[in-house]
T-cell receptor, first 113, second 117 residues
Framework: TQLLEQSPQFLSIQEGENLTVYCNSS?????LQWYRQEPGEGPVLLVT?????EVKKLKRLTFQFGDARKDSSLHITAAQPGDTGLYLC?????????????FGSGTRLSIRP | GAVVSQHPSRVICKSGTSVKIECRSL??????MFWYRQFPKQSLMLMAT?????????EQGVEKDKFLINHASLTLSTLTVTSAHPEDSSFYIC?????????????FGQGTRLTVV
């Protein structure tokens, strides 16, 4: 079973600071997704990266896929309290709607005002 | 609006009873849906794959007789927690993916918080 390890597990920083969350595996990903989950709700997809070395930006969030497609990072610039939540990387096991999605261990982010 | 809807959002039941959770895809047909379980402060663990018109596929370690899955239509999958015990208390989440090749996107229900007392 492919494991997706995320680091750090928990992160509490002050509003305005920058942070990076990492997702690593010993296996190669066909693609990798990042989700954000708020308490009491289901995860919401932020981005999908497919190509090694790919960089995608979503406002203050920058997602990078490693060249070897074994790792990914999420960088948040000037964090805001609204960024608080559980960030999950995930690996779909294919491109069809029948493909399982396996989630990483998660990073719980708390932004202090 | 929600693409995948789960019901109920919260349920409290007595130990030994059974609880049914529904997952509906609202604007697309889903031949496959997935059920996850999430303990407090942890990530989502895949429990099973729900297949329309056939038996569900369970992940290793998940008791199929304990967690009954029925996918009787292209828009509805149900998870029944049978003979619930306090250790079954958890947050259960379903998902369905809208086909789209490399742009296939999974949508998640809002989750069901089950408390067994």
């Amino acid at each position: 079973t492919q494991l997706l390890e995320q680091s750090p597990q928990f992160l509490s920083i002050q509003e305005g600071e920058n942070l990076t969350v990492y997702c690593n595996s010993s296996s190669v990903f066909s693609s990798l997704q990042w989700y954000r989950q708020e308490p009491g709700e289901g995860p919401v997809l932020l981005v999908t990266v497919v190509t090694g070395g790919e960089v995608k930006k979503l406002k203050r969030l920058t997602f990078q896929f490693g060249d070897a497609r074994k790792d990914s990072s999420l960088h948040i610039t000037a964090a805001q309290p609204g960024d608080t939540g559980l960030y999950l990387c995930a690996s779909p096991r294919g491109y069809s709607s029948a493909s399982k999605i396996i989630f990483g261990s998660g990073t719980r982010l708390s932004i202090r005002p | 609006g929600a693409v995948v809807s789960q019901h109920p959002s919260r349920v409290i039941c007595k130990s030994g009873t059974s609880v049914k959770i529904e997952c509906r895809s609202l604007d697309f047909q889903a031949t496959t849906m997935f059920w996850y379980r999430q303990f407090p402060k942890q990530s989502l663990m895949l429990m099973a794959t729900s297949n329309e018109g056939s038996k569900a596929t369970y992940e290793q370690g998940v008791e199929k007789d304990k967690f009954l899955i029925n996918h009787a239509s292209l828009t509805l999958s149900t998870l029944t927690v049978t003979s619930a015990h306090p250790e079954d208390s958890s947050f259960y989440i379903c998902s369905a993916s809208r086909p789209g090749g490399m742009n296939t996107e999974a949508f998640f229900g809002q989750g069901t918080r089950l408390t067994v007392v």
